[in-house]
């Protein structure tokens, strides 16, 4: 007997691929569930040897099942991590093999990274709109720095990757001045650190940090930060993140670079290059002048044919004179720049030497037993300051003491509780009360007593 219900008759069912199959078509296609983000906490996080990830993204009311594929997530700055509250991006879908609903992520972000984003783009469009991007106010780095500030962590690699520039560059004096480059007090820290470079007259100033995810490079977003590169007395490089992280420093900043070492080789000169230019100049300039010599000689020449003998000769002897003339400038000249550039090599064989690096570690052992003094005498200063203070508040709170009173013959009257008596009306006849002296106590009963 036939079936009656809606739908393929009993003798003709659906298989559990096609239900399946028809499902999914509807989850892959509904405008509701694709491009979309959904936000969780992440759980049971597992990772395949293919490298796709698996987990569980789940609030107070529900779970989803999803699906972190290997392509996607190497685009991503960070791998997932149990427990992190994170906004995923992507679609529904059903895996067909377990009919199992599913949603495929095809990007993760930390949860809160749309706020922060948001605070980056009106921070970027204000500071725009007053000028602090503006070409027109940008300085050009200076050709030969001898002091470069460096506002970085001390334990990063950023300064060790400057100092290894440098080195192989154009050996200079570097300053590093600690600063907290990630956390809630960081941007405080890097102005502060500009603060003390600036004092100290550095000639170019970079400040940066190694990459991150946009909460930890947020320091420098900071509109305090921006301002003290904006108002820098010295040329300011921004090298915070890698080369598709950019910050608001980097937008205020005269110059950006990708890397801390892009911002060592744009702040400092190739020395070694410097130097075959020099060579090249002066080996130019020798070419030039033994043209225009031989050019002399032509025209002596030329003229000795065409004057007479008598004048001829006297104008040839002038003309001899005035070539010696050139001849020795010429050498004297050259001689000149030979040795200014003897001298120029050997205060760079210097600088490059053992000695000199011997030199410039002493100095640096010098600079921060000085910093470390005058950090231990402000330290100093504001313990005495503190203590100071402290005596005084101990003084007036000794003051307004009650028991301090009961040294001068005082009692004070407490009901059985151990509480004050303010006043006659909270006594009455044959209560028992007890007066508290300087050395003891009291207890009396209240034969009689009389209001005022």
């Known amino acids: 007997m036939p079936d009656e219900r809606k739908g393929k008759s009993l003798s003709d069912p659906v298989t559990v691929t096609e239900f399946n199959t028809a499902a999914r078509i509807l989850l892959v296609e509904s405008e509701g569930l694709r491009d979309i983000w959904v936000g969780g906490e992440i759980s049971n996080l597992k990772r395949s040897a293919a490298g796709h990830y698996y987990f569980t993204l789940k609030d107070e009311g529900s779970e989803l099942n999803c699906t972190l594929f290997r392509g996607a997530a190497s685009r991503l700055r960070k791998a997932p991590e149990d427990k ?14 377990r009919g199992s609903y599913q949603f495929n992520v095809s990007d993760l972000r930390a949860e809160g990274v749309g706020d922060l984003h948001a605070r980056f783009q009106e921070l970027k469009e204000r500071l725009r709109g007053e000028g602090l991007f503006d070409e027109s106010r940008k300085r050009p780095l200076p050709r030969y720095p001898d002091r470069v500030g460096v506002v970085t962590s001390p334990t990063g690699s950023v300064i060790r990757d400057i100092i290894n520039v440098a080195s192989r560059r154009y050996p200079c004096e570097i300053f590093l001045a600690p600063a907290q480059v990630q956390g809630d007090r960081a941007a405080q820290s890097i102005v502060k ?4 470079l600036e004092e100290l007259g550095v000639d170019v100033m970079i400040i940066g940090r190694g990459g991150g995810s946009l909460e930890d490079l947020w320091p420098f977003n900071e509109e305090s930060v921006a301002r003290a590169v ?6 300011v490089i921004s090298a915070v993140g890698h080369e598709t992280d950019y910050s608001i420093s980097d937008f205020v900043a005269d110059r950006r670079a990708e890397t801390p070492s892009a911002a060592a080789e744009m702040a400092l000169p190739d020395l070694n290059l410097e130097l075959r230019h020099l060579m090249q100049v002066s080996l130019h300039a020798d070419r030039a002048l033994a ?7 032509r025209d002596f020449r030329s003229l000795d044919q065409r004057l007479a003998p008598r004048r001829a000769a006297e104008r040839l002897a002038q003309l001899m004179q005035r070539t010696d003339e050139l001849s020795a400038n010429a050498a004297r000249a050259a001689a000149a720049r030979s040795e200014r550039a003897a001298s ?4 760079w064989e210097y600088r490059l030497s053992p000695l000199h690096a011997a030199d410039e570690v002493e100095s640096a052992r010098l600079r921060r037993d000085e910093l470390a003094r005058r950090a231990d005498a402000a330290a100093a200063l504001r313990l005495r300051e503190r203590r100071s203070a402290l005596d005084s508040l101990e003084g007036r709170m000794g003051a307004l003491d009650p028991l301090r009173v009961l040294d001068r013959g005082y009692g004070m009257l407490m009901d059985q509780e151990g509480r004050p008596i303010p006043s006659v009306r909270c006594v009455g006849l044959d209560d028992t009360v007890t007066v508290r002296m300087h050395d003891g106590s009291l207890r009396a009963v209240v034969k009689e007593k009389e209001e005022y």
């Not at 992190?84 to 093999?97: I, S």
């Not at 650190?193 to 003390?196: C, F, I, S, V």
């Not at 904006?230 to 040329?235: K, L, T």
């Open 84 to 97: 992190e509250k994170v906004l995923v991006f992507g679609h529904a879908d059903l895996y067909l093999p």
């Open 193 to 196: 650190a500009m603060g003390l």
């Open 230 to 235: 904006y108002a820098c007395s010295v040329p």
């Open 291 to 297: 043209r225009r010599l031989k050019d002399c000689s």
């Open 344 to 347: 120029r090599l050997d205060r």
